[in-house]
Every structure is written in C-alpha cells, then in structure tokens.
C-alpha cells in the first residue's frame, strides 16, 4: 500500500515553487499566496526590470531570473540553475492581440503560440526532471476555447492545445501530477493594450452579466494555482475559474 502525505503535509510551508510569468497577473497573485503559506519563490520574467519589481513585493530569499522564454537554450539553463524544487506554475504571455478571422496575419499568428505554447512545453520538458517527490506542474489556458468570440480564433485554438498537453503530459510524466488553471475574464495586465475606459466599460458590461456579478481580480484566480499545487490526487485536469461564465 502506497505511502500517502498526511494532511499536516499539504500546505505549501517549506516548498519551492517556481512560476513563468510570476512577475504580474495571475503569476504575481500566485506567488504572493503561495509566500504567505511559507512557499520559497522563484520568479522568471523576460525582463528583468519585472523581475525586480515582483522580489520587491515577496518575502526576503525569494529570487528570479530574467530568461528568454522564447529560447530553449535559456529555459533549459535556467532549471539547471534552479535545481530540485517542488511545483512549476507556467502563466507567461504577452498581452492579446486579436484579429477578426479575415484579418489574421499568419506570422503574427504563430508569434502567439511561441511563449504561450511553446514556452510551456519545453518548461515542462526541461523542468520536469528537476521536480521533487509529490510535485506539480500547472499550466495556464482561458474560456475561450470553451467558448469563442468573433476576433478570438488564434486565442481560442491556443486554449484548447494547452487543455491537450496538459492532459497528454499528465500522463507522460506521471507521477508528477500535471494540470491546468482555465481562467475566464479577471482585471489583470492581459489587457493593458486596450485604453482604460474602454477596459473599465467592457469589465462592467460583462461583470454584470456573470453569475457572479462581476470579473474576476488575479486573487481570484491565484486560489485555483494554491488548490492543484497542493491538491495531490489531482492529475490531468483544468479547472474552470470565470464566475459562471460558460454558462451565461
């Protein structure tokens, strides 16, 4: 009979938690919270200014890096850096940009998929080997693939690889267990390139048409990341978060 953690066990007090993409958004949230349970943090931002500006906020001994998340080379030396921890959370990604269909520029197209996609997947392959006993991978997709707007097709298809991979890696790895946190809309830096009234009217519009009355804020979303970290018989699962969205 298999050895199972007791429940003094599972909290995050002692652990090493490593997100790309932890310096802001959904990423940053997460490892606040994951710092107030007493996880030590590691952050990982292409820039290094967001790198500082995140250590800034968390507790003295938790460190980041400043690594290309496009260049697989960066990736791998980084986990090398790193060594042994105990969860890897994967939120990195550029704001959106979106093109009704007829619009779509191909090249651009595949820009998206390379930090979000891509990024993913080789942050698991060379991530994976460095995580402790009891370990997990979380990984990062939206509602839209769930249920897609006009404009939203490349984001939409997006969604739906990272629902995939985190399925097909969850076995592929196991035992370590490997989920992904589907997030509907919340007030994060995602949508810095639309003009702020305009951001503020289109959260109030559609806030008000949620169960929930209102978008969600990156706190909100953190809790699900805290959750599949700690959560040990959870494997090769998405968690929807988005305030009754897909049912309105």
């Known amino acids: 009979m298999k050895d199972k953690e007791t429940p003094a066990n599972k909290n995050l007090h002692g652990k090493r938690v ?18 107030a349970e007493g996880a030590e943090i590691i952050v990982v931002s292409s820039r290094q200014q967001r790198v500082d500006e995140a250590l800034a906020l968390l507790p ?40 009704e269909f007829s619009a779509i520029k191909i090249d651009e197209a595949k820009q998206f998929f390379n930090i979000r996609y891509w990024g993913a997947l080789m942050a698991a392959r060379y991530g994976s ?36 991979l985190t399925r097909a890696l969850a ?13 509907g809309m919340a007030r994060t830096e995602l949508w810095s390139n639309i003009a702020e009234a305009e951001r503020e009217a289109m959260f109030m519009d559609y806030g008000s048409k949620l169960l929930t009355g209102s978008v969600g804020e990156a706190t909100d979303i953190a809790e699900a990341y805290l959750y599949l970290m700690k959560g040990g018989f959870s494997t090769g699962q998405v968690i929807v978060v ?3 969205g897909v049912l309105v």
């Open 18 to 35: 490593v997100l790309l993409g932890g310096t802001s958004g959904f990423g940053l949230a997460t490892a606040l919270a994951a710092a």
């Open 60 to 99: 003295a001994g938790s460190n980041g890096y400043a690594v290309d998340l496009n260049d697989e080379q960066q990736i791998a030396a980084l986990f090398n850096k790193v060594s042994e921890f105990d969860h890897l959370i994967f939120t990195a990604g550029e704001t959106l940009q979106l093109n």
């Open 129 to 164: 080997s460095h995580i402790r006993k009891g370990g997990s991978i979380t990984l990062t997709n939206g509602t839209i693939g769930l249920r897609p707007w006009k404009g939203w097709a490349v984001a939409a298809s997006l969604t739906c690889a990272i629902e995939g």
């Open 171 to 183: 076995v592929e790895l196991a035992p370590i267990r490997v989920n992904a946190v589907c997030a």
């Open 242 to 244: 988005d305030g009754g």
